[in-house]
């Protein structure tokens, strides 16, 4: 029963993955109504909200936009940046939710960032750690492995109302600016659901590696 979770799981993730793709790849192809890109989108929550000293940087690739806490830098990607996408919107208002959540002082944002990292130790070397405990027998070493994950675990579940909250926040903005109607709505709530769900399955994916422990310990709790 461990292994078919553990299965369904990472096989979840990927289909989480794929339909992440296909959401933004449909919604990237629609023009937003009011034809403003994401910088502007951006831009535009935080100025409305009096969010100052946020910096705003293009960066390479695709999806791989996010905001730096640390620095005050929101950074939207090459296709979002000057994109007047629904898609486009979409994603540059959840990441200026996420530095409304920074002004705010908003507790989920605080813990989370004070997980991230107890979140890249185990993400390292977690399952290197694991796999080495297994090689050798070890229980001692599986034990450490464990903990490892188990600090991933804590951070992916902790990311998940966070990143919510910045959602919701995202589509009060936008309707609070004007700039979403019923058909955009739509589609930036589209865009917003497939983002969150890949969240949802890299936690259901690291509790799938404590089913497989589980299960390798013969019912037997290593910890």
Do not use: C
Request: proline share 2%; glycine share 8%.
């Amino acid at each position: 029963m461990a292994y078919l979770l553990a299965g369904l799981a990472f096989g979840g993730s990927y289909l989480v993955k794929w339909w992440l793709q296909r959401t933004y790849k449909k919604w990237s192809r629609v023009e937003n109504q009011y034809r403003v890109t994401g910088a502007q989108t951006a831009a535009a929550i935080l100025q409305d909200h009096g969010v100052e000293g946020v910096e705003l940087q293009q960066v390479r690739g695709k999806l791989t936009d996010h905001y730096d806490p640390q620095k005050d830098i929101l950074r939207l990607s090459k296709s979002n940046w000057g994109t007047t996408s629904v898609a486009a919107m979409a994603v540059s208002a959840h990441e200026a939710g996420h530095a409304l959540q920074d002004a705010s002082n908003d507790l989920r944002l605080r813990l989370r960032r004070f997980l991230v990292p107890l979140a890249a130790l185990g993400a390292r070397f977690g399952p290197m750690v694991v796999i080495a405990g297994f090689l050798t027998g070890s229980e001692t070493i599986l034990q450490v492995g464990a903990l490892l994950l188990a600090g991933m675990t804590i951070f992916q579940l902790a990311t998940l109302p966070v990143e919510f909250n910045a959602s919701r926040r995202a589509l009060d903005s936008l309707e609070r600016l004007g700039l979403s109607d019923p058909a955009q709505r739509d589609g930036v709530e589209a865009v917003l659901r497939a983002a969150a769900l890949t969240y949802v399955a890299a936690a259901a994916t690291s509790i799938a590696y404590f089913a497989m422990l589980f299960a390798r310990s013969r019912g037997r709790w290593i910890i």
